[in-house]
C-alpha cells in the first residue's frame, strides 16, 4: 500500500545548492531530473518544459518521506501540505522515476530577466498610450477654443451691415489718400501729378475701357469733346486705299516718314478719286444733320414771346446767354415802368 509523502516547494536557488545527488535522463518530451536530499530520506522530480537544465524559476514538489524505509508514513491518499502520491501507485527506490499518476506536478514559468524585460515593455506601452492620450486632450481642446473663436467672428460678422467690407475697404483707401496728400503737402509736390506717375500705362488705358464700357455716350459736355467724338466716328467710317499707299510710300522715299527736319508742306496732291469721297462725305454729313430735329417739350403756359417759330428760336437762344441781363428790362417793359 503506497503511502502520501508531504510536499515542499523549493526555489531554483535552493535546490542547486542542496548537497544532493543530480541524475539527468533525456526523454522525448523534455528534460527529467532527479535529485535525493542530503539525508537521503525523500527524492525531487523536476520536469522542465524546455531542453536547457538551469531553470531559474521553478516550482516544484518535493515528496519526501516521514521516517527511514519501513517507517509508516501518513495513510493512503492522504495529502499533506496540498500534494500527495496517488493512491494505489508503489514508491520507487531513490533516482528512479516515480509513477505516471504518482509524478509530482511541476510548475514553470518565466525567468527573472524576461519578466523584467515584459513589465518594462508594458510599462512603456503604457506611457506610450497614456502619452497619445493627452495629445488627443491638448488638441481636442486646441480645436474647441478655435471653433469658439470662429463662432464669435461670424456672429460679429453677421451682425455687421451687408456692405461693410466694401465700405471698410472705401474707407480705407480714403485714409491712404489723405496721408499720402498731407506727404506731398509737406514736400511742396502736387499731389495730382505724384498720383498720375505713379499710374502705369495700362492701368490708365484699362480704366478708360472700363469707364466708356460703364457710359459709352455722356452726351453734350462741350464742343471740343462733341468735335472729337464726331472725328472718331468718321474716321471709322474710312475705308483706306492700300494700294495708293503702298504707291505714296515708294515715290517718298525717305520723306515718307517725316522728322522735325522734313520739309514736305505742300507737296502732297490728292487723287480726283479721294476727292469725290471727302465730298460725298460731307453730303451725307449734311443731309444727316438737316433730317436731325431732337424733341423738346412744349410748355403751354410759357409766356408767348415770339411771332413765329424761328423767332421762338432765336428768342430762347437770347434767353440762354442774355436772360439774366435782360430779365429786369422785360419786367419794366410789361409793366409798362420803363423809362
Not at 515528496?63 to 508503489?90: E, K, L, S, W
Request: net charge positive; charged share 35%; with cysteine.
Amino acid at each position: 500500500m503506497s503511502e502520501s509523502l508531504p510536499e515542499r516547494t523549493f526555489s531554483p536557488t535552493a535546490l542547486i545548492q542542496q548537497p544532493s545527488v543530480c541524475q539527468s535522463v533525456w526523454p522525448p518530451d523534455g528534460l527529467i531530473q532527479t535529485a535525493r536530499s542530503a539525508h537521503g530520506r525523500g527524492r525531487v522530480a523536476v520536469a522542465a518544459v524546455g531542453f536547457h537544465p538551469l531553470v531559474l524559476s521553478v516550482q516544484a514538489r518535493i515528496h519526501q518521506t516521514v521516517g527511514p524505509p519501513g517507517t509508516p508514513g501518513p495513510r493512503a491518499g492522504q495529502q499533506a501540505g496540498g500534494g500527495a502520491f496517488a493512491p494505489g501507485v508503489p514508491r520507487r527506490h531513490h533516482g528512479e522515476l516515480v509513477g505516471s499518476r504518482a509524478c509530482a506536478v511541476i510548475q514553470t514559468s518565466a525567468t527573472a530577466p524576461e519578466e523584467e524585460q515584459s513589465e518594462t515593455d508594458a510599462s512603456q506601452k503604457r506611457e506610450a498610450r497614456l502619452r497619445k492620450f493627452r495629445e488627443l486632450h491638448f488638441k481636442r481642446n486646441e480645436a474647441r477654443k478655435l471653433n469658439h473663436q470662429e463662432v464669435v467672428e461670424e456672429d460679429k460678422r453677421q451682425k455687421l451691415p451687408a456692405n461693410w467690407e466694401a465700405k471698410k475697404a472705401r474707407l480705407e483707401w480714403e485714409l491712404a489718400e489723405e496721408q499720402k496728400k498731407k506727404e506731398c503737402a509737406a514736400r511742396g509736390d502736387n499731389y495730382d501729378r505724384v498720383k498720375l506717375l505713379e499710374i502705369t500705362a495700362d492701368d490708365a488705358e484699362r480704366w478708360e475701357r472700363k469707364k466708356r464700357k460703364k457710359n459709352p455716350d455722356t452726351g453734350f459736355a462741350g464742343y471740343a469733346e462733341a468735335q472729337f467724338r464726331q472725328y472718331q466716328r468718321l474716321t471709322k467710317q474710312i475705308r483706306p486705299d492700300l494700294e495708293n499707299y503702298e504707291k505714296q510710300r515708294e515715290e517718298g522715299g525717305a520723306d515718307f516718314y517725316p522728322t522735325s527736319n522734313s520739309l514736305i508742306h505742300g507737296t502732297h496732291i490728292p487723287t480726283t478719286e479721294g476727292v469725290d469721297r471727302m465730298v460725298e462725305d460731307v453730303e451725307k454729313q449734311i443731309e444727316k444733320r438737316a433730317k436731325y430735329s431732337r424733341r423738346r417739350a412744349y410748355n403751354d403756359d410759357a409766356d408767348i414771346d415770339y411771332i413765329n417759330e424761328r423767332n421762338a428760336k432765336f428768342n430762347k437762344k437770347a434767353e440762354r446767354f442774355y436772360g439774366k441781363y435782360t430779365a429786369e428790362i422785360k419786367q419794366n417793359l410789361e409793366r409798362g415802368t420803363a423809362v
